[in-house]
């Protein structure tokens, strides 16, 4: 099996408010441009909610082999059958979702600095997303750009967690992404709002493999 580093390679977190058709067939169509992971975070959604929605994501990963993550949500996590969850702010801790999830399940938490990172090590996160690198509009007036000496220093300290770069990434920063040794990519409008999710996807993807 593909360890779990070659499987965060490119890892697409769902948004069905820019995606411009039904999110299953989106993310299917990304997944066919080289996504390697899904993230379900719609997180405004009810757990029943999120759960029909999620259903197509979910097979959809199974079919081309990529991971299913559930971001926050034990219970949908759970009767989705996920390959894992991500933990945020609020949410509930590593060894709580792994007592619910089962102890394979892996475990992924969101960190923005340097005392995250540490938390999310101590913890015992399998991997991490840290961001963002680049300013992007979801995070604009909340978070500034980390960038990518601190992306470079988040890896130095993660220990044995992966950690995905998150926030403004684009084929033309993937190069300066896999020079820090991250494990891979994180996007989300840059595939799901341009309409085409294979080409973008693919675009990523082979600018990534080209850093290599």
Same mark, same amino acid.
């Given at each position: &099996?593909?360890?779990? =580093?070659? =499987?965060?390679? !490119? !890892?697409?977190?769902?948004? =069905?408010? /820019?995606?411009?058709?039904?999110?299953?067939?989106?993310?299917?169509?990304?997944?066919?441009?080289?996504?390697?992971?899904? &993230?379900? =975070?719609?997180?405004?959604?009810?757990?029943?909610?999120? /759960?029909?929605?999620?259903?197509?994501?979910?097979?959809?990963?199974?079919?081309?082999?990529?991971? #299913?993550?559930?971001?926050?949500?034990?219970?949908?996590?759970?009767?989705?059958?996920?390959?894992?969850?991500?933990?945020?702010?609020?949410?509930?801790?590593?060894?709580?979702?792994?007592?619910?999830?089962?102890?394979?399940?892996?475990?992924?938490?969101?960190?923005?600095?340097?005392?995250?990172?540490?938390?999310?090590?101590? *913890?015992?996160?399998?991997?991490?997303? #840290?961001?963002?690198?680049?300013?992007?509009?979801?995070?604009?007036? /909340? !978070?500034?750009?980390?960038?990518?000496?601190?992306? *470079?220093?988040?890896?130095?300290?993660?220990?044995? &967690?992966?950690?995905?770069?998150?926030?403004?990434?684009?084929?033309?920063?993937?190069?300066?992404?896999?020079?820090?040794?991250?494990?891979?990519?994180?996007? /989300?409008?840059?595939?799901?709002?341009?309409?085409?999710?294979?080409?973008?996807?693919?675009?990523?993807?082979?600018?990534?493999?080209?850093?290599?």
């Amino acid at each position: &099996m593909t360890g779990l =580093r070659e =499987r965060l390679a !490119l !890892l697409l977190v769902t948004d =069905r408010k /820019i995606a411009r058709r039904p999110l299953a067939e989106s993310v299917a169509a990304a997944l066919r441009g080289g996504v390697t992971a899904v &993230m379900l =975070r719609e997180k405004d959604l009810a757990t029943a909610d999120l /759960i029909a929605i999620g259903r197509g994501v979910a097979d959809a990963c199974r079919a081309a082999g990529a991971l #299913f993550v559930v971001n926050g949500n034990l219970s949908a996590a759970r009767a989705l059958g996920a390959d894992g969850v991500q933990l945020g702010y609020g949410a509930p801790g590593v060894a709580e979702a792994r007592d619910a999830l089962g102890r394979t399940t892996l475990v992924g938490l969101s960190t923005h600095d340097r005392t995250e990172l540490d938390a999310a090590r101590n *913890a015992g996160a399998d991997y991490v997303t #840290f961001g963002p690198v680049w300013e992007t509009p979801s995070k604009r007036g /909340i !978070l500034d750009a980390r960038g990518t000496d601190a992306l *470079a220093g988040a890896v130095a300290n993660a220990g044995r &967690m992966q950690v995905v770069a998150l926030g403004g990434v684009t084929a033309a920063r993937a190069a300066d992404v896999r020079r820090t040794g991250a494990a891979g990519i994180a996007c /989300i409008a840059a595939i799901l709002a341009t309409g085409d999710e294979l080409a973008a996807a693919a675009a990523i993807r082979s600018a990534w493999e080209a850093a290599a």
